[in-house]
């Protein structure tokens, strides 16, 4: 994978968009809009890509983080402004299947609080 920085601007922004539109069409459906239930946190986590690489460095200059864990990170990828963990998750679900039709090894992961 090769990707300029303005790429990943790009797919990190698409990413977000349709993590924000699956977290919100799950509020409203799953939850009537009301914030309610398990409350929690929901990320997104890319592996494969060193922080040394061109890619590496890239990724780092286009505004991802990198988690202690070692993979590059995106925390609450929906910018959903709720605390129920169910529609954080369907956010980050969503967002890692768009960085995985980019070629990327992503995975979503959540935790209750």
């Not at 922004?13 to 929690?40: P, S, Y």
């Not at 997104?44 to 890509?49: A, E, K, R």
């Not at 991802?64 to 993979?71: E, I, L, M, V």
Request: glycine share 10%.
């Amino acid at each position: 994978m090769n990707y300029t920085v303005t790429e990943l601007q790009n797919i990190l922004n698409e990413a977000q968009a349709v993590a924000h539109d699956a977290a919100a069409k799950f509020f409203q459906e799953k939850l009537g809009g009301v914030d309610r239930w398990a409350c929690g946190f929901a990320w997104v986590n890319i592996w494969g890509v060193k922080g040394n690489t061109k890619l590496g460095r890239a990724m780092k200059a286009a505004g991802f983080k990198k988690s202690y864990d070692g993979a590059w990170q995106i925390w609450n990828p929906s910018g959903l402004h709720c605390q129920n963990v169910d529609a954080k998750e369907a956010g980050a679900y969503a967002a890692a299947e768009v960085f995985k039709k980019y070629g990327f090894t992503a995975y979503a992961g959540s935790r209750l609080d």
